[in-house]
């Protein structure tokens, strides 16, 4: 998202800013590499130190009001157990005593007798 807006401000073409805008293509309103000024790519700043702004400040207040209530992290007993264990009852990785690691996928290969044939492999009659 960032560099979606920093890139208008280098390759904005007059064209465009002109129909979106209406502005005259003499305004130099355009991206840097087509001759623009930076006026465009001083919106874009400004626009993206709003979003900065904006987003970290309603992360803050909501983070800081979860750490507040005790909400943002689980007790530690959970937290060792797991969180599958816990919630689910189910015991994934190394038996949901905590600690990650690898679930066992092997299959054992088992014998398979087609069905009408004998331990000879002749169909039966």
């Known amino acids: 998202g960032m560099y979606a807006l920093i890139f208008n ?14 502005y005259p293509v003499s305004s130099r309103r355009y991206g840097w590499f ?3 000024h930076g006026q465009v790519m001083l919106g874009e700043i400004v626009e ?5 702004l904006w987003v970290g ?8 009001l979860l750490k507040i209530t005790g909400k943002l992290r689980v007790p530690p ?6 969180l599958d264990a816990s919630v689910h009852g ?5 038996g949901g ?7 066992d996928l092997t299959v054992e290969p088992t014998l ?5 044939k004998d331990a000879d492999g002749e169909g039966q009659a």
Request: hydrophobic share 40%; proline share 2%; charged share 15%.
């Open 97 to 103: 005593t905590g600690g990650g690691g690898f679930v």
């Open 9 to 22: 401000g280098f390759f904005v073409k007059h064209d465009y800013v002109k129909e979106v805008y209406g």
């Open 48 to 52: 993206l130190l709003f979003i900065i």
């Open 77 to 82: 007993e959970v937290e060792h157990a797991g």
């Open 57 to 64: 400040t309603n992360m803050f207040l909501l983070f800081g």
């Open 90 to 94: 189910s015991k994934h990785g190394n």
């Open 112 to 116: 398979v007798k087609p069905k009408g």
């Open 34 to 36: 087509y001759g623009g």
